[in-house]
């Protein structure tokens, strides 16, 4: 009963007030008349009460989500579905998701009783133009009646989350001659390898295949170790991608960063889709993916990723030679610095295919006239430099489809005498 | 439904409550027409770019322009437009209209004047509920003008307004609120109208239905049925609305009594007013109006108060003020027929004291002043009985009369500040040598009455603030209504409790009846003495008033035997230019001496009605009984049972029903919990060992294992074993029972007692069920459900 006292909107607690002064004056000035508007102003709110509070733990309630992952600007389609799960019907219902204010505004539904073991299903769809997981819920349920005296606000718990990727777009088929002259070891020595205690195994991180444990080397270490020849046996590649502030430029979902993201995501998912055992590093260093279904688990972390407030490539640059054994380096690109560039040119070597996907920086920035010819030739520069340490080059300008520029992978880089 | 349509629903329907107020339908619809004309306004108005409030300005336009088409039309341009001649008009109209309201009781008759006051009254509440409901999205704020529009009636009739009436005006609210609410609602989210029922095939579309019927519904009938339950409340005199004339609402509303006594006896022709008869055939004074209050120039009355218990339906009028059971008095039996054509007359003349009133509709007597009047229905046409009293006190008793209780000296010794001093010397000095209260007021009739002394005529108009002075110390020229309210003044200086009363004379006897004429319109005083109440006293000579006749106690004492009995009939030839001489104005008393010392009839019953403590003694009683209803309910199921089992044949398996069901409800009454996979004779062992020891009773074993026994055999086998067949049980049940109680403690026996489980979880079920049905309220179905695609 004080839950719902509280339940009183300051209209019903207008109502409970005035009722009773003129309960009292009634009583006081002995006139009828204003005894039965006394009884019914008290009579509405306490009767309104009387139905919120009956109606109060009624429901059940699900949400589905289809699909749960949605690349930027596609719609998902949200399923309610609200079940009156006792043998009376509900009052009146007013039922409001809560999400983001990146999804739009809140889906707000106006139940009006749900009869006994009754179910209603409501449908809204959500779309975002930003990246990111959102969480979806939990729902509100107010239940009200019809004279706004009462309103009873009830939440239920479950929420479900909505990852918002970024766009990927179809790269055309080219040819990365080197793709697969990573250093992977013959299938049958792997095999063969069985039973050597030189396999160079190496810790177990989460997502191995627990099959893949050496129990030996486990034994020896006294931690879980996996063999690794087994990835050895596939084409292997590295993923770079420049998160730093300073390398990026623009605003919102048309900076160079998203379109950086959606670089990485279009040629990470195109690689997997060949095939190629991918490893993702970015400017703070390796990001260890789960290898089955690596182009999902890569989405998901593109979706999430966010700028770095970091200064020095000089991590990423590490984590790239420390790998190994990559066959092809892929690196999604801002705006370097010369010494950061002659570090980065020194990564590709002997057999190693590198592609660099250049943004064309100053595309994004609202450049000064005569700043623009400077920064161009900066950009020139640095695909210069890159191209002669046997880069291949993608330069990707704002506005540009990266399917568009992504044959240009193809041509080989030669060495600038 | 939209939202104006309901506002102008609400109003209308509220304003619906004003008809006790005003007479006919024709005000009804010139209301209704000028809400529309508001709603239809501000809606159309709103649907422009402005802001919402600014709806209100053309509304408002279109109000006046709508009261200048219906009452000034000929002065204003072209019939609408208004002109300064236009709304002087009006304002004279409803200047008028003003007065009519004053002046007469409700209903008050249906002239332009108090139509325009209504329908302005009725156009400005549409104009602020449209303003609160629609354009500012108020709606429960809506309910204040609407309020104030049902508060007219309710504080000027004393009648509680019809329900009928009552439950448009909640209705009309109620849906106003509705509407509201449901517009709120569509702008809050999108309404859901699919639903799938896991039962149905295919998706089933409704409509957004947010009615609230049931809680509307529920909230209206308790609004009527709560208040009908309670005691009738009556209005609080010291907080009663309104006293006598201005503006602020009154209790009821009368025309200017000493204005009308004046109209009545210079009307050129002369019209029979009503006819009486009564059991003893004598004249008597008919009083209608008692004024009390002395205001330096006229006389006025303080508005009677007509309190529901007071109703003449209710039985015997309260006690005359005063009167005391030594004096002595008779019966009279009067019945009265007003004529059809007295209009505006909402008080019924009787002589006083009357006892028992006997008339069709709501009259209500005055506490104090025992006038009967009403606030409903007038007079005129109507017939109606009078039982009253003939007071007859004796000489002695009046100079032995006491002195009045402080608050009727107060009411009734008030006089002005500024009375001039030479009446209150002229008072002293004719009553000089009197020393009793009586005496003086004998004393001061005579004076008025000596042939010589004043002059009657009906050409006076004193009404200035000297006129009273005037008519005692210099012109001693005036008619009914000066003498009697110079004595009633000259009798309050001299400390006597006095007062006026209007009315009409005796009339005049033909036929079998008296007829009494506008020209036995009369005033007159009453005096006060402790003891007697409240006597009637006749200052105005009797040559100028022909039907006029002074009281037997005023006069002379006889000393001689019957000195008149003149017989009713000679007095019915009586007329005002047949006038007898003041001398013989004896005779026209038609009391007989002899009749003063007949033995008393029957002592009148008082009405004491109710004390506060015997009202709190009843309130006491009545919660006690409904908080032990549950355990009645139980004793008489009890008792039920047991007659039912003496009624059945012995070992009948309806027998052995009752009996296992008794004890059923005897183990629910003492909590103790029964498992449901135990079998009855397992039950039975189980009590007995918890009888074992702890009763003092004989031990029950044995009457729990029959008991138990016949269930087995009911349930499991065709017939009941042979040692049972025959017997009762009902004495096992008993012996049962009271070895249980004596075996549960002392918390458990009180509660199977006075509050027992077994009821009380029939009551929490039916509770429940009551609540279902509540819920099912809001399916109720004005309108066929559309078929369904």
């Known amino acids: 009963m004080r839950g719902a006292l509280a339940a009183l909107t300051t209209r019903g607690r207008s109502f409970l007030a005035a009722g009773s002064a003129a309960l009292l004056c009634a009583f006081v000035l002995g006139e009828h008349d204003l005894l039965r508007i006394a009884v019914l102003i008290l009579a509405l709110p306490l009767l309104a009460m009387m139905v919120v509070a009956r109606t109060r733990y009624r429901l059940s309630c699900a949400r589905r989500l289809d699909p749960a992952r949605v690349e930027i600007g596609a719609e998902s389609q949200v399923t309610l579905r609200l079940e009156n799960v006792t043998r009376l019907p509900t009052g009146l219902l007013l039922i409001e998701d809560q999400i983001p204010f990146a999804l739009g505004n809140r889906p707000r539904f106006v139940l009006d009783r749900v009869e006994a073991r009754g179910a209603r299903e409501i449908v809204y769809r959500v779309r975002s133009d930003l990246r990111g997981r959102y969480q979806l819920g939990p729902l ?93 046996r596939q084409s292997r ?119 660099a996907v250049l943004l064309d920086l100053p595309t994004w920035l609202d450049l000064h006239p005569s700043a623009v010819g400077p920064a161009a030739q900066a950009v020139d520069r640095a695909a210069e430099t890159l191209r002669g340490a046997g880069w291949r080059i993608v330069r990707l300008a704002a506005g540009q489809s990266l399917s568009d520029a992504w044959p240009a992978v193809a041509q080989h880089g030669r060495i600038v005498a | 439904m939209k939202l104006p349509i309901a506002a102008v629903l609400a109003t209308t329907a509220v304003t619906l409550s004003l008809y006790p107020l005003i007479d006919g339908a024709d005000w009804f619809l010139a209301a209704l027409g000028a809400v529309l004309v508001v709603i239809g306004t501000a809606t159309l108005a709103g649907r422009l770019s402005i802001p ?128 509201d609410g449901r517009e709120r609602v569509r702008r809050w989210g999108k309404p859901v109208l699919l639903r799938r029922n896991p039962g149905s095939a295919g998706p089933d579309v409704t409509r957004l239905a947010v009615t609230g019927k049931r809680i509307g519904v529920a909230a209206v009938g308790l609004a009527v049925v709560v208040p009908a339950m309670l005691p009738s409340l009556t209005p609080n005199p010291i907080f009663a609305f309104g006293v006598g004339e201005g503006p602020g609402g009154n209790t009821v509303t009368f025309p200017n009594p000493i204005a009308s006594l004046r109209g009545n006896l210079n009307l050129p022709v002369e019209l029979t007013v009503m006819t009486y008869q009564n059991n003893d055939s004598i004249a008597r004074y008919l009083r209608i109006y008692s004024l009390d209050v002395f205001d330096g120039t006229q006389w006025t009355m303080t508005p009677p108060q007509g309190r529901a218990e007071d109703r003449i339906s209710e039985g015997p009028l309260p006690p005359p003020e005063g009167l005391s059971p030594d004096v002595q008095r008779g019966r009279i039996d009067s019945r009265i027929r007003i004529d059809e054509r007295v209009k505006q007359l909402s008080f019924l003349p009787m002589p006083y004291p009357p006892t028992e009133v006997e008339a069709d509709g709501d009259w209500r007597a005055d506490a104090g002043t025992l006038m009967v009047f009403s606030t409903q229905q007038e007079a005129g046409g109507l017939g109606y009985r009078v039982v009253g009293l003939d007071v007859r006190p004796t000489r002695e008793q009046l100079r032995a009369a006491g002195r009045p209780s402080p608050a009727l000296a107060e009411r009734y010794l008030a006089l002005p ?84 009363a209007v009315g009409y004379t005796g009339g005049s006897f033909n036929q079998g009846n008296f007829a009494v004429s506008t020209r036995d319109t009369h005033a007159w005083p009453e005096l006060y003495f402790e003891g007697a109440g409240w006597l009637r006293f006749e200052p105005t000579p009797s040559t100028g008033q022909g039907t006029a006749s002074t009281p037997g106690y005023t006069r002379p004492e006889v000393t001689g035997g019957p000195t008149n009995n003149q017989s009713a009939s000679s007095q019915g030839s009586t007329d005002p230019s047949a006038a007898p001489t003041p001398g013989s104005a004896d005779n026209r008393e038609n009391r007989d001496p002899d009749a003063l010392n007949r033995p008393v009839g029957a002592p009148v019953a008082v009405d004491e009605g109710l004390g506060a403590w015997a009202w709190a003694g009843a309130g006491v009683l009545a919660t006690a009984a409904v908080l032990l209803l549950p355990a009645g309910a139980r004793v008489a199921q009890r008792a039920l049972r047991r007659r039912r089992v003496r009624r059945q044949a012995p070992g009948s398996p309806a027998m052995v029903v009752t009996v296992w069901a008794e004890l059923s409800d005897t183990l629910t009454d003492l909590g103790i919990p029964r498992l449901g996979s135990e079998s009855p004779r397992s039950l039975a062992r189980r009590l007995a060992e918890r009888c074992t020891g702890r009763s003092p009773a004989a ?78 309220l809001e399916s109720i179905r004005l309108r066929p459900r559309r078929a369904e695609q």
């Open chain 2, 417 to 500: 500040p500024d009375l001039p001093a030479d009446i209150q010397e002229k008072a002293r000095e004719v009553t000089g040598a009197e020393r009793t209260a009586y005496d003086k007021a004998v004393a001061l009739q005579n004076w008025f009455t000596k042939p010589g002394n004043f002059t009657y005529s009906l050409a006076t108009q004193g009404q200035s603030g000297q006129a009273l002075s005037d008519f005692v110390m210099r012109g001693r020229t005036g008619y009914c209504e000066q003498f009697a309210g110079a004595m009633a003044v000259m009798a309050r200086v001299l400390g006597i409790p006095a007062r006026v």
């Open chain 2, 52 to 179: 919402p409030a600014l709806a209100s300005v053309p509304a408002a336009i279109a109000l006046l322009l709508y009261l200048t088409v219906t009452h000034a039309g000929e002065e204003a341009w072209g019939g609408f437009v208004p002109t300064t001649t236009s709304l002087l008009r009006l304002a004279e109209i409803a200047a008028k209209g003003f007065d009519e309201i004053q002046n007469y009781p409700a209903p008050v008759p249906a002239s332009p004047g108090v139509i325009l006051l209504t329908v302005g009254g009725v156009g400005v509440i549409a104009l602020l509920v449209d303003l609160l409901a629609i354009r500012l999205r108020r709606a429960a704020l809506s309910g204040l003008p609407l309020l104030g529009l049902f508060t007219v009636p309710a504080a000027i009739s004393t009648a509680p307004i019809g329900w009928p009436v009552f439950i448009l005006g909640a209705v009309g609210y109620v849906v106003l609120l509705v509407v």
């Open chain 2, 699 to 776: 031990d029950p074993a044995e009457a729990l294992e029959r008991i138990a026994r016949a269930q087995e055999r009911l349930r499991y086998a065709p017939s009941l074993p042979a040692d049972l067949t025959g017997q009762r049980l009902d004495a096992d049940l008993r012996t049962v029972r009271s070895a249980l109680l004596a075996a549960a403690g002392r918390a458990e026996r009180f509660r199977a007692r006075f509050a027992p489980p077994s009821v009380l979880r029939r009551l929490r079920r039916a509770g429940t069920g009551l609540l279902d049905a509540f819920d099912r």
């Open chain 1, 140 to 232: 509100s349920v107010r239940i009200a009646d019809p004279f706004g005296l009462v309103e009873l606000v009830r939440a239920f718990t479950i929420t479900d989350s909505l990852t918002v990727m970024p766009r990927v777009v179809a790269l055309p088929p080219a040819r990365l001659s080197g793709e697969w002259t990573g250093g992977g070891e013959s299938r049958t020595r792997a095999v063969s390898s069985a039973g050597d205690d030189d396999v160079a195994p190496r810790e177990y991180r989460q997502g191995d295949d627990l099959r893949r444990v050496h129990w030996r080397s486990t034994a020896r270490h006294g931690e879980l170790m996996v063999r690794r020849e087994e990835q050895q």
């Open chain 1, 237 to 355: 590649g590295a993923l770079f991608l420049d998160t730093r502030r300073q390398v990026h430029g623009g605003e919102g979902a048309g900076s160079s960063f998203e379109t950086a993201v959606s670089a990485a995501a279009s040629i990470g998912v195109h690689l997997a889709k060949d095939g190629l055992g991918l490893r993702y590093v970015t400017d703070e260093g390796s990001v260890h993916l789960p290898e089955q279904s690596l182009a999902w688990s890569l989405l998901d972390h593109l979706a999430l990723i966010r700028q770095s407030g970091g200064r020095s490539l000089d991590r990423g640059v590490s984590a790239l030679k420390e790998g190994g054994g990559d066959g092809l380096i892929v690196a999604v690109l801002g705006s370097l610095s010369d010494d950061e560039l002659t570090a980065f040119a020194r990564l590709r070597h002997g057999g190693i295919t590198g592609v």
